[in-house]
């Protein structure tokens, strides 16, 4: 077996790209969000395929959860685990593998058909599951086996995207694996992270801050856990959308409860609370969509679910990660800033279009400015994610 110390070798010696999961695979599913977006609304509005063979709605939902969400996923968790096991993180070589199974898997079900293109694409999930186990049970850190349980899920739910009887079901699971990851890790972090800013501001707020994980914390997670495990194997029962309903309430009190409002002052931490605020809306406007269904599209939901929660919370993260494991101080310049509004803007205009039936200039209008805002963290987020640590620190 690899030794640590093997490993941190590696990771020394081999260019800055591939020192970290998030380097290769941000920038990476970055530009697959940037790209796809734009091609999939111009294919939608009747502009043809364009560059790139023919996705269908089928081929846009695959790719923007197995593809770009699946690149952030991996970018993440290959990070953070280090900081929990202790242990040094994957990298060099074995990393360079592991993209390279992600970039063939784009290339198989763009490309091909058939076996053995689906085999090549659903290689990557279950290899990143098998990596982050194993990290987890060599450092002995038994805290976070749930996140690997819902990173074996994410799998499991892209295998079964591949029967066609059973896709819209691994579609709902997986955007509820998402979901869950979210509510998980990030009520670890936006809370953590919220109290270090307001304790280095000297706020007031930093004595009222709850603790991570209390009772209250606890039982929303339950609710949310029953109301996105009926939602995806009994979506269209009233009580899915009670429960649902529930939920969206339960998460957004516990997020009031993190003091969002005494951070406007630092984009990077409001960004946190902003993106996580998508939550109770999607999950309530899933609810809504199920108690209301005259009212409110089933696509309003997965749209607030997919452009706002994932999107703008992946970017929230994305941009964090990368300024702090780079050595830049953590504090958003005016193009981070840029990013977050485009990312929600752009959100805001793909629910409002779901729920106008669609309207063309809705949906182009947030598709580009959605997709702008990955676009822009390619652009600003590149050199850094390709250059080497600054030898001082950097000012500002």
Not at 14 to 33: E, H, S
Not at 44 to 51: I, K
Not at 134 to 150: C, D, M
Not at 193 to 217: E, I
Request: net charge positive; proline share 6%; aromatic share 10%.
């Amino acid at each position: 077996m690899e030794r640590p110390a093997d490993r941190g070798a590696q990771r020394r010696a081999a260019p800055p790209v591939l020192q970290n999961a998030f380097r290769p695979f941000f920038l990476a599913g970055a530009f697959w969000a940037a790209a796809l977006v734009p091609l999939w609304v111009w294919e939608f509005a009747g502009g043809g395929s364009g560059p790139v063979p023919s996705m269908g709605l089928t081929g846009h939902a695959h790719e923007m959860l197995y593809g770009y969400l699946a690149a952030i996923i991996c970018g993440f968790s290959l990070t953070a685990i280090p900081n929990w096991t202790g242990r040094a993180p994957v990298a060099g070589m074995g990393l360079a593998a592991l993209f390279g199974l992600w970039a063939i898997g784009r290339v198989a079900v763009l490309a091909f058909d058939g076996v053995v293109a689906v085999m090549v694409d659903l290689a990557f999930l279950f290899v990143l599951a098998a990596v982050a186990f194993r990290e987890v049970v060599a450092g002995k850190n038994w805290r976070n086996l749930p996140v690997v349980g819902l990173l074996s899920l994410f799998a499991l739910s892209h295998l079964l995207f591949h029967f066609p009887d059973y896709y819209l079901v691994a579609i709902r699971g997986t955007f509820a694996v998402a979901a869950l990851l979210i509510a998980l890790i990030g009520g670890r972090i936006v809370p953590s992270f919220t109290r270090n800013w307001l304790a280095s501001v000297a706020s007031r707020h930093t004595a009222t801050m709850p603790g991570p994980m209390k009772a209250y914390d606890k039982v929303s997670l339950g609710v949310l856990v029953l109301a996105l495990l009926s939602w995806t194997i009994a979506p269209a029962y009233l009580a899915t959308g009670g429960v649902l309903l529930l939920a969206g309430v339960m998460q957004g009190v516990r997020l009031a409860r993190w003091k969002g409002q005494a951070t406007l002052a630092e984009p990077l931490v409001w960004s946190l609370h902003a993106g996580y605020a998508w939550l109770p809306i999607a999950v309530g406007l899933v609810g809504a969509g199920i108690a209301w269904p005259a009212l409110i599209p089933a696509s309003a939901g997965l749209h607030a679910l997919a452009a706002g929660l994932i999107g703008t919370m992946t970017l929230a993260v994305m941009t964090r990660a990368s300024l702090g494991h780079t050595g830049r101080p953590r504090k958003a310049d005016g193009v981070t800033t840029l990013i977050y509004i485009l990312a929600h803007l752009g959100a805001v205009l793909r629910v409002c279009a779901a729920l106008h039936g669609n309207d063309t200039l809705l949906l182009a209008a947030g598709a580009t400015l959605w997709s702008g805002a990955f676009l822009l963290f390619c652009i600003g987020y590149a050199p850094m994610l390709f250059g080497s640590k600054p030898t001082r620190p950097v000012s500002g």
